[in-house]
């Protein structure tokens, strides 16, 4: 059986080292999250998320859902009743706002908590994250009215919400959508059309499920341009907050799919049903990017979690497994076979997981403080910053991690032989619930070319630049003879960066195919360079805490160990990466399309 335990000291070591916290106490949320407030949220989080979710993962992906003739579909047992110990104890209200409830507790403080959600049980955590959305998108666009109306309940979890932007002909080209919203004479609309692909689209969890979904008014162009945004209540409410009627939508089947198989994935029929313009007419894409660039850096803690849990079991695995004996000598004399923690490839397959998990874990939280600082810091510089780092690295957190992750999963099986192909060991679950993470809130391949499309020459490469200096000055700060293992890779890495951004600056913008052939090696060198700034930050901690005389000195003393098998073995890299860049479009289109 699978085993998982929340990295609760990690997580305090990256708060702490990377993040800073407390150096942003004077900012609105983070006086309030104060050392004590922050580990006790930690421990209590991970330990709920340990005997209460956890326990559910294997048996919610055996049991799946099923949708009733009625058309309901319940969760699979004990999903409703932890669902209810999640709300009871807060746990969906860290990062709301207090106005509609909420905690009021920054951003990252419960991105931190939302990993050991995503790790325990990513199908169960789906359900208030995509809720989470949903509230976002209605606490920026919404009326007052509209957030008096559908907040509270939602950040209390009575309530939860749905994104509904995929139709069967469409996924990735939204302009082509055919959900039609008619004017009704109260000023409501009538919606009518298909979604497909709707997490947690219909449940037994909440009283009411709120879905958001994208529609064209009458006489909108039919193009991006034409897309509006509506809330539309599964049950219909009253100004006073009653339930009236049922809505004219409906969840007309479910998928049967890969992973996840505790949330719903559902086909949604809207026939009529009455909805309510969320936001500006026309602009709802727009809106709904506000939900889905939160979403994306939460995909991209789905890949980190999964990569996580699974070389937790990995490492367990390694140590009791016995086979063959060690290269350099026998081991454990006693024993018929060594384990195979002794052999460097069984070593290779879980330092590749821990460099990426650890790193991974900084570069997310990092990216969560400048969610928090484009929001909250104290000056509008400040504020511009943040927004401009988040903007450029959100696809490289959701793209990168969520790659890396899903192969962090199936290196982590990989260490089991056989046995990681069976069920009862749970590795294989972990492979198929990472994957989905590449494919949805925008491909992969999408997010690579936001990256190099859009987020690179944004604001005339701001970000770009600004991210570059904070690289090479947390290079320069760094002392030559304790990091010098690191630094002198991460600076060849940057330079390959660089040089790569160069390449398309000067190949593709006369040759657009030249730019997004190379999209995806550019998403990953940068998320190679920017986990090995991170690397870089947490080395330079750890060696200062070594220096200091800590207590735990082998915490710190494993962190330079993986931060050094970080320099040499993933670094290297972006070299092999930026050849592939450069190799531009031609090859890849010279075949012809009925060669393939
Ligand atoms: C389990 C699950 C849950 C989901 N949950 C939701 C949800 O809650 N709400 C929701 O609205 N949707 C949801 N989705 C849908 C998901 O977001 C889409 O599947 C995804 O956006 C891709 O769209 P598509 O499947 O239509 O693929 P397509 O858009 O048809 O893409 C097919 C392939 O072509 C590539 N491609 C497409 N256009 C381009 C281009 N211009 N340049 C380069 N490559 C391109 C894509 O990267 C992809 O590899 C979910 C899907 C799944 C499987």
Not at 71 to 95: N, R
Not at 171 to 176: A, R, V, Y
Not at 449 to 458: H, I, Q
Not at 503 to 528: E, K, Q, V
Request: aromatic share 8%; hydrophobic share 45%; proline share 3%.
């Amino acid at each position: 059986m699978p085993a998982y335990r929340a990295p609760v000291k990690d997580t305090a070591f990256v708060l702490q080292s990377v993040v800073g916290l407390e150096r942003y106490a004077n900012l609105p949320g983070f006086a309030e999250a104060t050392p004590d407030v922050v580990a006790a949220i930690l421990e209590a989080g991970g330990k709920f998320c340990e005997d209460v979710l956890f326990p559910l993962n294997l048996s919610g992906d055996i049991e799946g859902g099923t949708r009733h003739a009625d058309g309901s579909v319940p969760t699979p047992a004990g999903v409703k009743s932890a669902y209810d110990q999640f709300c009871e104890g807060g746990w969906g209200t860290l990062m709301a706002d207090t106005a509609w409830g909420g905690q009021g507790l920054p951003y990252v403080v419960g991105t931190a908590f939302q990993e050991y959600l995503q790790s325990a049980n990513m199908a169960f955590a789906m359900y208030p994250g995509l809720s989470e959305g949903a509230q976002a998108a209605i606490e920026v666009v919404g009326s007052e009215e509209q957030k008096a109306k559908w907040l509270p309940p939602m950040v209390a979890g009575r309530w939860t919400g749905t994104m509904n932007l995929t139709e069967p002909h469409c996924g990735t080209d939204l302009g082509l959508i055919r959900t039609r919203a008619a004017k009704n004479a109260d000023g409501s609309y009538a919606i009518t059309g298909t979604k497909i692909f709707i997490s947690a689209g219909e449940h037994d969890l909440a009283d009411n499920i709120v879905h958001l979904v994208l529609a064209k008014t009458e006489g909108a162009p039919d193009t991006v341009k034409g897309i509006s945004l509506f809330i539309v209540p599964k049950l219909m409410v009253d100004d006073e907050g009653r339930f009236g009627a049922r809505n004219a939508v409906s969840c007309g089947s479910i998928e049967h799919k890969m992973g996840i198989h505790a949330n719903a994935t559902c086909v949604m029929n809207y026939d009529g049903a009455t909805g309510y313009m969320l936001g500006e007419e026309f602009k709802g894409l727009k809106a709904m990017f506000i939900m889905m660039n939160a979403a994306r850096l939460g995909v991209g803690l789905q890949g980190l979690a999964q990569g996580e849990i699974a070389y937790q079991n990995a490492v367990a695995y390694a140590k009791d497994r016995r086979q063959g004996r060690s290269l350099t000598g026998v081991k454990d004399a006693e024993a018929k076979a060594d384990t195979i923690l002794v052999h460097p490839d069984v070593r290779r397959m879980l330092l590749d997981g821990r460099a990426f998990n650890e790193g991974a874990r900084a570069l997310i939280l990092w990216g969560a403080l400048q969610v928090d600082l484009a929001k909250k810091a104290a000056t509008a510089e400040e504020r511009e910053l943040a927004d401009d780092l988040s903007s450029l690295l959100t696809p490289v957190i959701k793209g990168y991690c969520t790659d890396k992750g899903l192969e962090v999963a199936v290196t982590s099986q990989q260490v089991f032989g056989g046995h990681g192909y069976v069920r009862e060991w749970g590795m294989e679950q972990f492979v198929r619930d990472a994957r989905i993470a590449q494919i949805y809130e925008g491909t992969n391949g999408i997010q690579a070319l936001d990256l190099v499309g859009r987020k690179l020459a944004m604001n005339g490469g701001r970000g770009l630049r600004a991210w570059l200096a904070m690289v090479r000055e947390a290079l320069a700060g760094s002392d030559d003879a304790a990091l010098g293992f690191l630094k002198a890779p991460l600076e060849k890495a940057l330079g390959d960066l660089e040089a790569s951004t160069m390449w398309l600056m000067s190949n593709g913008m006369g040759n657009p195919d030249n730019a997004a052939a190379g999209a995806t090696a550019y998403m990953h060198m940068m998320g190679i360079v920017a986990l090995g700034h991170m690397w870089l930050v947490m080395a330079k901690a750890s060696r200062e805490a070594l220096d200091a005389g800590a207590s735990d000195a082998g915490f710190y003393e494993a962190k330079l160990i993986t931060a050094r098998y970080y320099a040499e073995r993933f670094l290297p890299d972006t070299a092999s990466l930026r050849a592939r860049l450069e190799a531009g479009s031609a090859t890849m289109m010279a075949m012809p399309a009925d060669a393939f």
